[in-house]
T-cell receptor, first 121, second 113 residues
Framework: GAVVSQHPSWVICKSGTSVKIECRSL??????MFWYRQFPKQSLMLMAT?????????EQGVEKDKFLINHASLTLSTLTVTSAHPEDSSFYIC?????????????????FGAGTRLSVL | SQQGEEDPQALSIQEGENATMNCSYK?????LQWYRQNSGRGLVHLIL?????REKHSGRLRVTLDTSKKSSSLLITASRAADTASYFC?????????????FGKGTRLSVIA
C-alpha cells in the first residue's frame, strides 16, 4: 500500500523559532501533497496544496509567509512554520495523492502521514 | 470550509453493537469517501462509494449514499474496542480535477469492551 511518512511526529519549540515538518511519499510519486491543520476534537482544515516544482496554493486566511511550503521533488514536501507562536500549536497532517506512470490515480484517494504535534511554548 | 457534516458528533456503544454514523454534504460529487483517525494519528482511507452507487460493503463496513438527499451513512457491524476512533466523511471540493478533499466534522466513536 501507499505509505506517507511525516517527520517529526512531535515537536516542542520556543516562541519565535521556526519549525520544519517533512512529508515524504515512500513508495510512490506525489506531484500534489496537501497540508492540513487540526485542533483537538475538530476536523481537518486544509491549509494549502503543495505542487511539485511550483508554488503552493494557500487557502484563504492562511499566511503564506508564515507557513512556507516547498515541494522540491516528487516525494517530498516540507512545511515550515516561521516565527512560531503559541497560537500555532496544533496537529499538522500531510497527505498525498498517488501518481502512477505520470498520471494521477483516479478516485482522489489520499494517503496521510501520521501527523506532527507542534507545541509552541 | 467544511462540506460534510457528520452526526452524531460523538457515539458510545458496547462491543458487539452496531454503530451508525451519518454525513451530509452540499455540492455535487463524483464519489464520497470515509476515513478513520485514531487519536493523535493520521487518517486512513476506509471506503469509497461512487455517486452512481447506493450501497457498498467492505468487511464489517457498510456505506450508503443518497445523492438526492446529499447524505451518506457508515455502518460498522459487530463493533470492537479497536474500532474506537474518529470517522470522517470526505468529498472533493469540485467534482473533477486535482482537487483537495473537504472533510466533515467527524464522529468520535467509543466502543466499550
Amino acid at each position: 500500500g501507499a505509505v506517507v511518512s511525516q517527520h517529526p511526529s512531535w515537536v516542542i519549540c520556543k516562541s519565535g523559532t521556526s519549525v520544519k515538518i517533512e512529508c515524504r511519499s515512500l513508495d510512490f510519486q506525489a506531484t500534489t501533497m496537501f497540508w492540513y491543520r487540526q485542533f483537538p476534537k475538530q476536523s481537518l482544515m486544509l491549509m494549502a496544496t503543495s505542487n511539485e516544482g511550483s508554488k503552493a496554493t494557500y487557502e484563504q486566511g492562511v499566511e503564506k509567509d508564515k507557513f512556507l511550503i516547498n515541494h522540491a521533488s516528487l516525494t517530498l514536501s516540507t512545511l515550515t512554520v516561521t516565527s512560531a507562536h503559541p497560537e500555532d500549536s496544533s496537529f499538522y497532517i500531510c497527505s498525498a495523492r498517488r501518481v502512477v506512470s505520470g498520471r494521477l490515480l483516479a478516485k482522489n484517494i489520499q494517503y496521510f502521514g501520521a501527523g506532527t504535534r507542534l507545541s509552541v511554548l | 470550509s467544511q462540506q460534510g457534516e457528520e452526526d452524531p458528533q460523538a457515539l458510545s456503544i458496547q462491543e458487539g453493537e452496531n454503530a451508525t454514523m451519518n454525513c451530509s454534504y452540499k455540492t455535487s460529487i463524483n464519489n464520497l469517501q470515509w476515513y478513520r483517525q485514531n487519536s493523535g494519528r493520521g487518517l486512513v482511507h476506509l471506503i469509497l462509494i461512487r455517486s452512481n452507487e447506493r450501497e457498498k460493503h467492505s468487511g464489517r463496513l457498510r456505506v450508503t449514499l443518497d445523492t438526492s438527499k446529499k447524505s451518506s451513512s457508515l455502518l460498522i457491524t459487530a463493533s470492537r474496542a479497536a474500532d474506537t476512533a474518529s470517522y470522517f466523511c470526505a468529498t472533493a471540493r469540485t467534482p473533477s480535477g486535482n482537487t483537495p478533499l473537504v472533510f466533515g466534522k467527524g464522529t468520535r466513536l467509543s466502543v466499550i469492551a
